[in-house]
């Protein structure tokens, strides 16, 4: 179990809710570890290895959710159509997912594969193919560019990262895709009422 442990997410000092979380991880044996990621900087690509004239962005984050609204400001950026693959998920084959406190099994944050109080994980699991994914299936074929293209949304020119454009347009898909794009609170929108978790 992974654990975001940093001002980005509880700014309070003290014990927080993830510090919980961790002790009680602990006493139950629980293998669990804590994220902590830096507020993005710009690097010289000379010190970072990188090839020479590209901006490289340090701190790791990744530009979903909350990132790709609060910390993008300021950061370098690409030509959209140049956002063709997903870096960082290997959507087509997946070894791993997240499930979150409504049932939503994730793929990567907040793109689901279906809810495990609907359906068992197993069948959730046996049936995902993400070529029939509406999300999924253009970003395995051409990466955040193609899930704009497919879908004809709105867009800037530029955007940070892959992980920026993807979130973005998922945004913008929610209402068409309600199920496959939850839960609401990863793109800023209106929370799921307590009752139901």
Not at 72 to 85: A, N, S, V, Y
Not at 130 to 153: D, K, M, S
Request: aromatic share 6%.
């Amino acid at each position: 179990m992974s654990v975001s442990d940093e001002a980005f997410h509880y700014d309070e000092d003290g014990i927080t809710p993830p510090k919980r979380v961790l002790a009680a991880a602990e006493k139950l044996g629980i293998a669990c570890s804590s994220i902590c990621i830096q507020k993005p900087t710009l690097e010289d690509p000379a010190e970072s290895g990188a090839r020479r004239g590209l901006p490289v962005i340090g701190g790791g984050a990744l530009f979903r959710g909350r990132a790709a609204e609060k910390l993008t400001d300021g950061l370098p950026r690409k030509p959209w159509e140049e956002l063709k693959t997903c870096p960082h998920e290997d959507l087509a084959s997946p070894s791993r997912i997240h499930v979150d406190c409504y049932g939503n099994v994730h793929l990567c944050q907040g793109v689901s594969m279906g809810n495990l109080w609907t359906n068992p994980l197993s069948e959730l699991i046996a049936r995902y193919d993400a070529n029939t994914h509406p999300v999924c299936g253009p970003l395995v074929c051409g990466g955040p560019a193609e899930l704009v293209r497919a879908y004809g949304i709105e867009h800037r020119a530029d955007y940070v990262d892959e992980c920026h454009l993807c979130y973005e347009a998922r945004r913008a898909l929610i209402e068409r895709f309600p199920d496959l794009l939850a839960p609401t609170q990863v793109y800023g929108l209106a929370s799921v009422p307590r009752e139901s978790c």
